[in-house]
């Protein structure tokens, strides 16, 4: 009888000890899978709060100014394979990320703004002439040879930036140099800063010192870029986007500046 006793102990030991592998295994896979649902939430989270806290429904408000967009211009379509290292300076193929504006028009197109420079920094116009845009043009038409012809790569204009902005009275038409402004506050008081974001990051994103000035990542390669825009009144200078969360002008051979950030126009359709 003693030995069956024995016996029976071990075997209830084992089933124990196995009880208690199993409960330590269930506890591992338990922990693993919250951990990357923690994970997932935060990417998730980021996402959606990257262009100053936008929630689900604005990603695909194709009405929006501002709402991002993944597309891949040389195929003509959204893509889903996008990773940081598209959005360098420089790069100029492959799943991109982009941001809509002028859509709130009912009609069937929306522009899209690159979220980074192709070009890193480049002259307008190496002869300081901003009547000729010809050497511009041959650089966007340069970084943009592999995509798709009916995409119609451009520069973003000042006047697009100011409708952008709600700016109540600028007019490239009417405005000189004297004109430029902080887009936040529409005139030359600063309000955003590295403290207070900035409702517009997505317009300058991606440039020198744009973490102090409410951008959501900076570049140390390039400082802004040129709009399409020649100054009222100059025969030299050229509307351009800063790091500073500015619409200023420059020179149009200044060459260390500003680079080549393309907009391309696409149907609302071909988005959703």
């Known amino acids: 009888m003693k030995s069956i006793n024995n016996k029976g102990f071990a075997i209830s030991g084992i089933v124990y000890t196995i009880f208690l592998m199993f409960i330590t295994i269930l506890t591992i896979i338990l922990m693993l899978l919250l951990n990357r649902k923690v994970i997932l939430d935060k990417e998730k989270k980021d996402l959606l709060t990257e262009l100053d806290g936008q929630t689900a429904g604005d990603i695909i408000d194709l009405n929006r100014d501002g709402t991002m967009v993944f597309f891949d211009p040389e195929k003509g379509e959204v893509c889903n394979t996008y990773v940081e290292e598209n959005s360098a300076s420089g790069v100029k193929k492959g799943c991109m990320k982009w941001y809509t504006f002028g859509g709130a028009d009912n009609g069937t197109m929306v522009n899209?703004?690159?979220?980074?420079?192709?070009?890193?920094?480049?002259?307008?116009?190496?002869?300081?002439?901003?009547?000729?845009?010809?050497?511009?043009?041959?650089?966007?038409?340069?970084?943009?040879?592999?995509?798709?012809?009916?995409?119609?790569?451009?520069?973003?204009?000042?006047?697009?930036?100011?409708?952008?902005?709600?700016?109540?009275?600028?007019?490239?038409?009417?405005?000189?140099?004297?004109?430029?402004?902080?887009?936040d506050s529409n005139n030359q008081n600063q309000v955003a800063n590295s403290t207070i974001k900035s409702k517009y990051a997505w317009l300058f994103d991606r440039t020198y010192d744009c973490t102090n000035y409410?951008?959501?990542?900076?570049?140390?390669?390039?400082?802004?870029?040129?709009?399409?825009?020649a100054v009222y009144n100059s025969i030299y200078n050229v509307w351009g986007v800063n790091d500073k969360s500015s619409l200023g002008n420059r020179a149009s051979s200044y060459s260390t500046n500003r680079g080549i950030r393309p907009v391309i126009t696409v149907t609302k359709s071909s988005l959703v």
């Open 112 to 183: 899209l703004l690159l979220d980074h420079n192709t070009t890193a920094v480049t002259a307008w116009n190496t002869n300081d002439d901003n009547t000729d845009s010809s050497q511009i043009d041959e650089k966007i038409k340069n970084d943009t040879t592999t995509w798709k012809e009916d995409l119609n790569p451009r520069l973003i204009t000042a006047d697009e930036i100011a409708k952008i902005t709600k700016h109540p009275t600028f007019n490239s038409a009417t405005t000189d140099g004297n004109g430029w402004f902080y887009f």
């Open 214 to 229: 409410g951008c959501n990542v900076s570049d140390n390669l390039t400082y802004g870029y040129w709009t399409s825009t």
